[in-house]
């Protein structure tokens, strides 16, 4: 088995060369993920004699996070799909913010996405209950006293009332676990139809919040 990792979704991205274990991997520090990228996969993959052709799947964590950090992700990892006619799957990143609490009971992981809103995601293990985007009152109406954890120190600083663990940003390794349960089952993603993982709000969602402060003027 060979698998190919990839995380861009968060602060520094990551790469990682697979077979039921982490083999090799490689960070990207700061915003060089668009630039190293795909430099760094040839590269790592070259120094095991590895060919895309090869590979059993190719992992992307494809959101949420950075809006440019997960379209480079995204991008790249379709594009090694294509060129080696390989399977993909697509990782929410908080299902690994989740999973690095350890144990398989109910846990909540919340991300900041700006604009004083958070992806928010419920998971039992790993089999994720739901995720969404939320205002910070929904996310603490939402803690129902389980496990609460981030991997961002904004999100510990904005939500302060709540109990939250800080847990370390997840990196492309981390993935693998997800992608050897997805690989036995053979459950792989359309590469042609994947799509970023923003958790946007739907236009009903945005209207009915709206909607009281237009009728209050």
């Given at each position: 088995?060979k698998v190919?990792?990839?995380?861009?979704?968060?602060?520094?991205?990551?790469?990682?060369?697979?077979?039921?274990?982490?083999?090799?991997?490689?960070?990207?520090?700061?915003?060089?993920?668009?630039?190293?990228?795909?430099?760094?996969?040839?590269?790592?993959?070259?120094?095991?004699?590895?060919q895309?052709?090869?590979?059993?799947?190719?992992?992307?964590?494809?959101?949420?996070?950075?809006?440019?950090?997960?379209?480079?992700?995204?991008?790249?990892?379709?594009?090694?799909?294509?060129?080696?006619?390989?399977?993909?799957?697509?990782?929410?990143?908080?299902?690994?913010?989740?999973?690095?609490?350890?144990?398989?009971?109910?846990?909540?992981?919340?991300?900041?996405?700006?604009?004083?809103?958070?992806?928010?995601?419920?998971?039992?293990?790993?089999?994720c209950?739901?995720?969404?985007?939320?205002?910070?009152?929904?996310?603490?109406?939402?803690?129902?006293g389980?496990?609460?954890?981030?991997?961002?120190?904004?999100?510990?600083?904005?939500?302060?009332?709540?109990?939250?663990?800080?847990?370390?940003?997840p990196l492309?390794?981390?993935?693998?676990?997800?992608?050897?349960?997805?690989?036995?089952?053979g459950?792989?993603?359309?590469?042609a139809?994947?799509?970023?993982?923003?958790?946007?709000?739907?236009?009903?969602?945005?209207?009915?919040?709206?909607?009281?402060?237009?009728?209050?003027?």
């Amino acid at each position: 088995m060979k698998v190919l990792l990839i995380n861009t979704a968060g602060g520094e991205g990551s790469v990682a060369l697979a077979d039921t274990e982490v083999i090799t991997a490689e960070v990207l520090p700061g915003r060089s993920s668009s630039e190293r990228l795909v430099p760094v996969v040839r590269e790592l993959m070259a120094e095991r004699g590895w060919q895309l052709g090869e590979l059993t799947a190719v992992v992307v964590v494809s959101g949420p996070g950075s809006f440019t950090g997960v379209r480079v992700g995204l991008s790249a990892a379709k594009g090694f799909v294509e060129a080696g006619g390989v399977p993909l799957i697509a990782l929410s990143r908080l299902a690994l913010v989740a999973a690095a609490a350890g144990g398989d009971g109910p846990v909540l992981a919340v991300l900041d996405a700006g604009r004083g809103e958070f992806y928010f995601g419920e998971y039992l293990g790993r089999r994720c209950v739901r995720e969404a985007l939320l205002s910070a009152e929904e996310v603490i109406s939402a803690d129902a006293g389980g496990l609460v954890v981030t991997c961002e120190a904004k999100v510990m600083e904005s939500l302060g009332v709540l109990e939250l663990r800080l847990v370390s940003e997840p990196l492309a390794g981390d993935a693998l676990p997800f992608a050897l349960e997805r690989i036995a089952v053979g459950e792989f993603d359309d590469a042609a139809s994947v799509d970023a993982n923003y958790l946007r709000r739907t236009d009903l969602e945005i209207f009915a919040k709206t909607a009281p402060q237009k009728a209050a003027r």
